[in-house]
């Protein structure tokens, strides 16, 4: 497939004139809406036949249990496992259940020859992170023991096909024991044929200091695991300065740190499927983004009539625009931005991507990962 970058004068009719390809796949490929405005420097994925993938990954996709039937549909035939999120445990091992109900989800996967995960969560009654959660949990065996019997049994009733253990904010002191824990799911669940993986904060460092990082040691978990998600998103978030959300100069730090520490064949690479709006100017501890759909951003874009710019260091498109007298900054992903991230994959020879998260289907992304990989099944 080709990306076209909108200039001056384009439209969607000469766009396609010019590649010969028909307008009605340009609208529908790239999600366009009628009357078909485009933004200068938009990034459009032209159509040009069947795709000829090479390079085999494992693509996974979170997923709340709110999650639009439609969109689920539509996103299952690019995914290899669908991670529901998610579920939760008291202090003495009692697992929680996602409200609403996520039978469908596990149903509709099956259905599509995808695998559901059931993803493991430490919230709080806030609904948050927690760290007394993880301690008690991590440091003591009677509770260990009650989840992973409820674990297991709900995986077979439910028919899931694995478990990921998300738990952020891990104390330093719980490093080895939350990689013990890690380890002891997989030890009990694998002889029942489960996949457990786990998410991992972004560190590009053994002594890489902060609240996400202490307590995540790369080697034991990558030991520990049959596979890792790396959490490369977030750089840019809700509560700091205005920047790409996945930057791949970032990214890269990352990748290559874990690759001293974990087989690359166990690594899945964390793709963003979202943006941020922030206005202007940032203050930190008071200004707050708006997380905006990709699509979204693009149409921000078209409203106030400026360009989109691409950042070649954070291979990441952005633009600033003015509403209602103030200045905003948004950062989001495009195919451009899609196709750096997804050549890394082969580039370090990792296993898959994990994509935070589906819940706005876009198509072009989707389209795109079709034409670049065989997506893996089994």
């Known amino acids: 497939m080709e990306i076209y970058v909108v200039k001056s004068g384009d439209t969607v009719d000469s766009i396609a004139e010019s590649h010969g390809i028909s307008v009605s796949s340009l609208i529908y490929d790239n999600q366009l809406v009628y009357p ?71 149903r509709a996967a099956l259905e599509a020859g995808v695998h559901p995960v059931l993803t493991l969560t430490p919230f709080g009654p806030d609904g948050n992170f927690n760290s007394f959660l993880i301690t008690a949990m991590v440091n003591s065996e009677a509770a260990k023991d009650n989840l992973l019997a409820s674990l297991l049994a709900t995986l077979q009733e439910k028919d899931f096909r694995g478990v990921d253990i998300d738990f ?25 044929g489960y996949h457990v993986s786990v998410a991992l904060a972004p560190k590009t460092s053994d002594t890489q200091t902060g609240t996400l990082y202490e307590g995540m040691d790369y080697r034991l978990l990558g030991e520990a695991a049959d596979s890792v998600l790396l959490m490369t998103y977030e750089w840019g978030y809700t509560y700091g300065p205005p920047m790409a959300v996945a930057p791949l100069n970032k990214v890269r730090q990352v990748v290559e740190y874990a690759l001293t520490r974990i087989p690359p064949s166990k690594i899945d690479l964390g793709i963003p499927n979202y943006g941020y709006d922030w206005t202007l100017p940032f203050v930190q501890g008071s200004s707050r983004a708006s997380t905006v759909s990709n699509l979204e951003a693009v149409r921000l874009a078209i ?41 890394l994959l082969p580039s370090y020879g990792l296993r898959g991507m994990g994509y ?15 034409d670049t990989f065989q997506i893996q099944r089994s």
């Open 36 to 106: 078909y405005p485009l933004a200068l420097g938009q990034a459009l994925l032209l159509s040009a036949g069947d795709p000829s993938p090479s390079y085999p990954a494992w693509v996974n996709g979170y997923a709340y249990p709110f999650i639009q039937g439609s969109v689920l549909g539509e996103t299952l035939p690019f995914l290899s496992s669908l991670s529901v999120f998610s579920y939760g445990f008291t202090t003495d091992g009692e697992l929680l259940a996602p409200t609403p109900d996520d039978s469908f989800m596990v």
């Open 168 to 192: 952020e904010y891990i104390r330093p002191e719980d490093r080895i024991p939350f990689a013990d824990f890690v380890a002891q799911v997989r030890d009990f669940l694998s002889p029942y």
């Open 303 to 343: 409203e106030a009539d400026v360009p989109i710019e691409f950042d070649e260091v954070a291979m990441s498109p952005h633009f600033r625009y003015e509403k209602d007298g103030r200045l905003h900054e948004v950062w989001f992903e495009d195919v451009r931005s899609y196709r750096e991230k997804f050549s």
């Open 356 to 370: 935070w998260q589906i819940m706005r289907f876009f198509r072009p992304n989707w389209l795109l990962l079709e």
